[in-house]
């Protein structure tokens, strides 16, 4: 797999939830955040900060968005399915948007909050089917579609999208995103 963009300036289009705004990167006096701002996804820094790499808040933003969407989603459509689960995750992989484990867990990649929220739901529905049939066979496929019909359409956007929204943040050490605090609104 290739590497992540390495400068993101202002002006660069940043999708969230399949939306496309325009980066704007400030130094300012205010506090330092990430936030939308109209039709731009905006990087505050202090002035007097230290030299960091607008990928640090930004892809601290993107996960805690993707987190607080993702598990409000999943227990929608876990009831909407009758199906329960055990915990989700919020996890960093260079190449999958989700999975469910046998212990009932659901993972996903927090990078999946930058597509169309018919696309998440599309994702969400996926792994909670497995609940069911931990398998791709034709009962699987079934369910997925008695809840998203259009789901290879919205299959297919990942297909088509993954790779662009897979190299436009990488993926940080945890240590990195931990040692640097951002407003995230």
Same mark, same amino acid.
């Given at each position: 797999?290739? /590497?992540?963009?390495?400068?993101?300036?202002?002006?660069?289009?940043?999708?969230?939830?399949?939306?496309?705004?325009? #980066?704007?990167?400030? /130094?300012?006096?205010?506090?330092?955040?990430?936030?939308?701002?109209?039709?731009?996804?905006?990087?505050?820094?202090?002035?007097?900060?230290?030299?960091?790499?607008?990928?640090?808040?930004?892809?601290?933003?993107?996960?805690?968005?993707?987190?607080?969407?993702?598990?409000?989603?999943?227990?929608?459509?876990?009831?909407?399915?009758?199906?329960?689960?055990?915990?989700?995750?919020?996890?960093?992989?260079?190449?999958?948007?989700?999975?469910?484990?046998? #212990?009932?867990?659901?993972?996903?990649?927090?990078?999946?909050?930058?597509?169309?929220?018919?696309?998440?739901?599309?994702? #969400?529905?996926?792994?909670?089917?497995?609940?069911?049939?931990?398998?791709?066979?034709?009962?699987?496929?079934?369910?997925?579609?008695?809840?998203?019909?259009?789901?290879?359409?919205?299959?297919?956007?990942?297909?088509?999208?993954?790779?662009?929204?897979?190299?436009? #943040?990488?993926?940080?050490?945890?240590?990195?995103?931990?040692?640097?605090?951002?407003?995230?609104?």
């Amino acid at each position: 797999m290739r /590497k992540a963009i390495r400068n993101l300036t202002s002006g660069h289009p940043m999708p969230y939830r399949g939306r496309t705004y325009s #980066l704007e990167i400030r /130094k300012t006096l205010d506090k330092p955040q990430v936030k939308i701002d109209g039709d731009r996804l905006t990087v505050n820094f202090y002035k007097e900060h230290p030299e960091v790499p607008v990928q640090v808040p930004l892809v601290k933003w993107y996960r805690r968005k993707s987190q607080h969407y993702i598990i409000s989603r999943t227990a929608y459509w876990s009831e909407e399915m009758g199906l329960s689960f055990n915990k989700i995750f919020i996890k960093d992989q260079d190449s999958r948007w989700g999975s469910c484990s046998s #212990l009932r867990n659901l993972n996903f990649n927090w990078r999946i909050i930058m597509a169309p929220d018919e696309v998440i739901d599309y994702l #969400l529905i996926h792994e909670l089917a497995h609940l069911k049939e931990m398998n791709h066979s034709t009962a699987f496929w079934k369910l997925v579609a008695q809840y998203d019909p259009e789901y290879k359409l919205h299959r297919q956007w990942l297909k088509d999208n993954g790779k662009a929204i897979f190299l436009l #943040l990488p993926k940080l050490p945890v240590s990195l995103l931990d040692s640097i605090f951002f407003h995230v609104d």
